[in-house]
């Protein structure tokens, strides 16, 4: 779809999902250049990179907007995020799905603005070779059928004046665009609160070592401080509320466990080439030092309440959800489905874990209070338990039945 097709089409108003950068002031003002009236939504995810993200209202009115406002989604990123920890889904490689889980999120915030507005067609800034243009995609239709998409990277007259970020430099330069100073940053970020990607620019050169991205929520490892720190998270039923003995809401909790783990340099510079749902491969460079703490503290817990069944379904529900979230199917059947599935094993996640956190590493160090643990001492190399080391010459004969046939009828042949 191009921007003439909307306007023969009785077209007048479009809403926009916009981060303030580049690409949403130079989409927003050329498109209020070609006629049509553009209302932008910014929503609140607790961006780490912006000092007040009300000053993105005021810049995008300077673009051209009608109307521009700031919309919360904290609370709904903080929910969405636990959730994405309970199933441990790490897309390859180890990334949280940070941004991931951010997009259907952002979507879910602003409809209820097009309702109110009436705004029958939506925008992004997403460009035609990445993944969130397919999740913006996939959220919208699923929660907003009738609502149309509009895509400026993918409107051919558009990406024909603007092939690259120096001509919207120079398009916003001599339109009096008031785009946010970004210097000459070497990559690009995406920041909420769950975490930060960095991609693109230089990044784009896997010759290069990643270690010029400057951290924005701690440290490189080896700048972190040398001593170690203790960290406490309690878990009800699996929910964090908990840190250090200090009780928390979910958005605070997030926020302080990336403030504790950053400082030690966890969770920082996490290293991907992962395939994109598009069908390339990109290279990210991923922050979440929170999630790090927490997800791993959470896998911790795991470990003591989840029996040999339990596991395998369990990780086979994280990967299915991990895939879920990266390719955008954040609201469909199947994610609903796996996260219903896992709702008896987070029933059961209550506990106490404290861990190490030290020059980028997660340490155990205890769990106590964990009422629904399966770990005993019938494992104990001590004469304790209720585990008869004379039982196991049955269970060991019954497993040497089908060994030896294969050892006899078998094994030989594919040597």
Request: charged share 20%; glycine share 10%.
């Given at each position: ?21 580049l690409d ?24 780490p990179?912006?000092?007040?993200i ?50 259907p ?7 209820p ?8 067609v ?46 919207m ?21 995406d ?41 406490t ?43 994109r ?7 990210g ?13 959470y ?11 339990a ?35 987070t ?14 590493n ?15 001492d ?35 042949k594919?040597?």
């Amino acid at each position: 779809m191009n921007w003439r097709e909307l306007k023969e089409g009785g077209v007048t108003a479009l809403g926009g999902m916009v981060s303030g950068g580049l690409d949403s002031c130079t989409a927003t003002h050329w498109l209020r250049e070609k006629g049509l009236d553009v209302y932008c939504f910014t929503v609140d995810l607790g961006q780490p990179d912006e000092d007040n993200i009300n000053s993105i209202a005021d810049r995008m009115i300077g673009s051209g907007a009608t109307d521009a406002i700031v919309v919360d989604g904290q609370e709904s990123l903080a929910q969405a995020g636990l959730k994405v920890i309970q199933a441990q889904a790490r897309y390859e490689g180890g990334y949280w799905n940070t941004t991931g889980i951010a997009r259907p999120v952002t979507i879910g915030a602003v409809l209820p603005e097009f309702d109110r507005r009436n705004i029958e067609v939506l925008f992004h800034g997403a460009t035609g070779r990445g993944n969130d243009q397919v999740r913006f995609q996939i959220a919208s239709n699923m929660l907003a059928p009738d609502l149309k998409i509009y895509a400026p990277w993918r409107d051919p007259e558009f990406v024909s004046e603007f092939p690259g970020r120096q001509q919207m430099l120079d398009y916003c330069g001599s339109n009096g665009v008031p785009i946010k100073p970004s210097g000459e940053s070497r990559y690009s970020t995406d920041a909420n609160f769950l975490g930060l990607t960095h991609e693109a620019g230089d990044l784009e050169n896997v010759e290069i070592a990643p270690f010029f991205v400057e951290p924005g929520m701690g440290v490189w490892s080896w700048d972190a401080q040398d001593q170690p720190e203790t960290a406490t998270i309690r878990w009800e039923s699996g929910i964090p509320v908990a840190l250090n003995d200090t009780d928390l809401n979910t958005v605070e909790l997030f926020k302080e466990a990336n403030r504790v783990a950053g400082r030690h340099g966890v969770g920082i510079g996490t290293h991907v080439i992962e395939n994109r749902f598009v069908g390339v491969k990109s290279r990210g460079i991923y922050e979440a030092p929170g999630m790090e703490l927490l997800g791993t503290s959470y896998e911790y817990l795991l470990q003591l309440i989840l029996d040999r069944r339990a596991r395998e379904l369990h990780d086979h529900l994280s990967k299915v959800l991990a895939s879920q979230i990266y390719e955008g199917y954040w609201f469909d059947l199947a994610t609903t489905s796996a996260l219903a599935a896992l709702e008896p094993i987070t029933s059961l996640a209550t506990g106490t874990i404290t861990v190490q956190l030290h020059k980028g590493n997660i340490l155990f160090d205890s769990a106590t209070e964990v009422p629904h643990s399966l770990y005993t001492d019938d494992a104990s190399m001590e004469s304790v338990g209720s585990y008869d080391h004379e039982d196991a010459e049955g269970f060991v004969k019954v497993l040497g039945v089908s060994s030896k046939n294969f050892g006899v009828r078998q094994r030989l042949k594919l040597d």
